[in-house]
C-alpha cells in the first residue's frame, strides 16, 4: 500500500527525460490534432488542445514538466500555428494563450494535491483501522489466556482441597500439589526445596515432574552439594529479597551459575521460574519450576504459582504439628484451611471467571470501554482475593471484617463480585446488629459468600436476596436465589457445604437448606444472641431496606 502510494503521489521521482519527454509529445498531439482540424476545415483552436497537454503533463509529469509544455504549447503557437509576425494583436493573442496555460497548470497542480491528500487521509485511516483491529485481536488474546490461567487457578484450588482433606499424610499432599503445579506450568521439573538453618543449607524435599510426585535426581547441583546455592545468584535474589524470580534463557542469564548452567543444559532446560515459601515472612525454602522451550511467563502464572508455594509450607507446616500434637488437632487444622481457602481464593477466582466471561464477551461486541471495567474488576478480585489468601495463611481476620461491620463487609463483598453481571442482588437488615464475637462474624460473612459462590457456580439465578434479622431472640441470616435448585444428596453436599455446617456447629447455631430442582435456594442461619449482650437488645431499631 505504502510502494503505491508512493509511485501514484510522487510524478517527480520519473526519471527527468520522461517526465520531459511527456510534455513534448503531449504539446506535439496537441499540435498534430490542431493540422489534422485544419486539414479537415474543422474550427478547433490550439489552445484549447493545449491546455489538455499541459494538464495531462501536470498530472502525470509534475508542475515543473507542465509549466515546460506550457512554454513549448507557446512556442509552436508563435512559430508554427502562424507564420511569425510582430503584432499588438498577435502579442495579445499569445499573452492570453500564456495565461491559459499557467490557469491550467495552477488549477491542474491544485486538484492533483488534493487528490494525494485524500488518498494518503484513506491510506492513514486503513493503517489506523488495521492498528485498532490488531490492539483488539491481541487484547482478544490476552484475555482468553487470563481466562485460561484463572479457570487453571480454579482446577488447581480445588485439586488442593481435595488432596487437602482426602491424604492421610501432609508429604503425599505436597508432592501430588507439586505435580498438578507442573502440569499445569506444562513444566519438566519442580522441586522444592527447604533451609536447613543450623547450617546454612538448602536442601531438596520433593522432585516431582507432571506424572510422577516422586522423581530422582542424585547428580542435581543441590543435591550433591547443599550449599551450592551461595553460588546461584538467582537462590540468592530470592532469598534476600523474597520476592519471585524469573530466568527467561539459561544459556545467556549471568545470575546462572556455570556449573548449574551446564546440569540444566544436560537436562533440556532452558527456562526458570522460582518463588519462595514463606512463613511469617521469612524465607524458609525455594520452589522452582523448570521449562524447555515455551512463551515468557505471564505474572498469573507466577502469582498461582505463589500461591499453591503458600499452600504447600502450610502443608509442611501441618507436618510439624503433627510430630507435636494429636492427630485430632491436625485434622481439625486441615478442616480450618480447607475452608478458609475455599471461602477466599476459590470464590474470589469464581468472580474473577465471571468478570472475565463478561469481558471477552464485551470485546466481541467490539464494546472495549465495557470490556476493560470488567477487566478491572476481575483484576480487583483477584488482588482482594490474594490478600484473602495470605491473611488466612497468617490465619488472620477477612480483611472486609478489619475495615467494616459484618454487614457492611457482606453487602460489599457480594456487590464487588456481581458488578457488571445480570445477577440482581437485594439487601435487607431488620432491626439493631448485636456486638457478635469476632469468630461469629467471620463464620457469617464466610458462609454469605459460599452461598453467593454457589449461585454463581450452578443456579444460573437472575435474582438474590441476603436479609439480616436481629431480635431478642437471636440472630438470623437468610441467603436466598431463584435459580435452578439442586437435590441434597446422602452425602450432605460438596465441601462449601459440609463447610457451612461447621461453622454454624462452632456458633451453636442451627442451618436450615430449602431447595429442589427448578425451586431455588434458601439459607437460613440461626443463631442465639450472647448471654452478655442481651440486654442491649430490648429495644428493636426500624427495618432498613437497600436495592
Known sequence: MKSRLKRRGRPSALPAYLRYGIAILSVAAAFALKLFCQHANLPF????AAMFAVAFTVWYAGIRAGLFGAAVSALALWFFVEPPSVSTDRILWLTNHSVAMLLVVWITAALRRAELLLERARHGLEVKVQERTAELRQANKELKASEQVARGQVEALAFSLDVLTTSPAPNEFVGQMLSMLCRLLGGQIA??????????????????????????EPEHPLARDPSSWRQNRILQELVFTGSPVVCEDIETDPRISPG????????????????????GGEVKGVLGVRHGARVPYRPEETELTQALAHQVMVALRLTELGEQSQKAAILE???????????????????V??????????????????????LERAAGLARQSLVEARRSVHALRPDALERDQLWDALQGIIKRTTAGTALHTAFELRGELPDLPPIWQENLLHIGQEALSNTLKYARAQNFRACLSCNDDGVRLELSDDGAGFE?????????LTGMRERVQQMDGDLQ?????GEGTNVVVILPVPA????????????????
Open 353 to 374: 471467571i465471571l468478570q472475565l466471561e463478561a469481558a471477552q464477551d464485551a470485546t466481541s461486541c467490539d464494546q472495549q470501554e465495557e470490556a476493560n471495567e470488567h
Open 45 to 48: 483552436p490550439f489552445t484549447t
Open 513 to 517: 437448606i430449602t431447595t429442589g430442582p
Open 488 to 496: 441434597i444428596t446422602d452425602g450432605h453436599g460438596g465441601l462449601g
Open 333 to 351: 487444622e486441615r478442616n480450618r484451611m480447607a475452608r478458609d481457602v475455599h471461602d477466599t481464593l476459590a470464590q474470589g477466582f469464581t468472580g
Open 191 to 216: 522441586t522444592l526445596a527447604l533451609f536447613d538453618e543450623a547450617r546454612e543449607l538448602l536442601v531438596p524435599r520433593f522432585v516431582v515432574d507432571s506424572e510422577n510426585p516422586a522423581v530422582k
Open 532 to 547: 452478655k449482650k442481651q440486654s442491649s437488645l430490648s429495644s428493636r431499631g426500624a427495618v432498613r431496606l437497600s436495592l
Open 260 to 279: 548449574w548452567a551446564e546440569y540444566f543444559r544436560g537436562q533440556g532446560t532452558k527456562k526458570l521460574l522460582a518463588v519462595p515459601t514463606l512463613i
